[in-house]
């Protein structure tokens, strides 16, 4: 059975932790092939101490920043897939571990672009992101900025149940 890896940088989360990792908690997937690792980047709250209430690993992330805390928690990570998430963005579906499992059966998947849904308590610019991307990235990256708009930049491949394969062989790298 695969085995995932959920790496989350950290720095004074204790507000919006618990959250997260409830949502982590309630994944109907095998709870023993999961690990969450929390690259704490020096909190002064109780960030810690939540995650590890939670059975998270957490180590200190020197660099305080979230890019290098993700890389930390990577180098440290066991499992099949890693999954870098945000410390305050909470898994909204209770089988995802399990569709994304089913989707790297096959072969042809090499990594995954959630939905990002947002929520009422999302300001108006959070929801925008959300949907479309920022548009410093969009400038940048273009149709690559957003998985939402990969159909304007990639060749779709094939459509599956709940999950689209995309060729990104013939286009600017994907902004992950």
Do not use: C, W
Request: overall charge negative; cysteine-free; hydrophobic content about 40%.
């Amino acid at each position: 059975m695969m085995r995932f890896s959920i790496l989350l940088p950290a720095f004074n989360e204790a507000a919006r932790l618990p959250v997260v990792l409830d949502s982590i908690a309630r994944q109907r997937y095998p709870r023993e092939n999961v690990e969450v690792l929390i690259a704490d980047g020096g909190s002064t709250d109780d960030t810690v101490g939540i995650a590890q209430s939670y059975g998270a690993h957490t180590f200190f992330n020197p660099m305080r920043r979230a890019e290098p805390g993700a890389q930390m928690a990577l180098n440290k990570a066991t499992g099949d897939v890693a999954i870098f998430m945000a410390a305050d963005t909470p898994i909204n579906d209770d089988a995802f571990l399990q569709h994304l499992a089913d989707a790297f059966e096959n072969l042809q998947v090499a990594a995954a672009f959630p939905a990002v849904v947002s929520t009422q308590q999302d300001g108006a610019t959070t929801r925008y992101i959300n949907a479309f991307t920022d548009p410093f990235n969009h400038f940048v990256y273009g149709g690559a900025a957003s998985p939402a708009s990969y159909h304007r930049t990639y060749r779709l491949k094939r459509r599956e149940k709940g999950y689209e394969i995309y060729d990104f062989k013939n286009g600017p790298s994907p902004l992950i």
